[in-house]
């Protein structure tokens, strides 16, 4: 169990990673006019964390629940 959560936690660091590197690329050459690209990075940059905390709460809070019940 324990090394599964280690390769999942590699796994997302390193999309974290390539997300990041993807927006500084798409930052310098952006070639549409009002920037599209950069901003749906931008927003991924933020939303991707964030629904990755959400899912690891709600699964803490599904496992202690299981706990309970046993």
Request: charged share 20%; proline share 4%; with cysteine.
């Amino acid at each position: 169990m324990k090394s599964r959560k280690s390769v999942f936690a590699i796994i997302g660091i390193v999309l974290l990673g390539l997300l990041y590197i993807t927006t500084l690329i798409v930052a310098i050459f952006d070639p549409t006019p009002d920037k599209s690209y950069f901003k749906a990075c931008l927003f991924l940059c933020i939303a991707v964390p964030v629904l990755l905390y959400a899912y690891i709460l709600a699964y803490k809070h599904m496992r202690d629940k299981r706990h309970k019940e046993d």
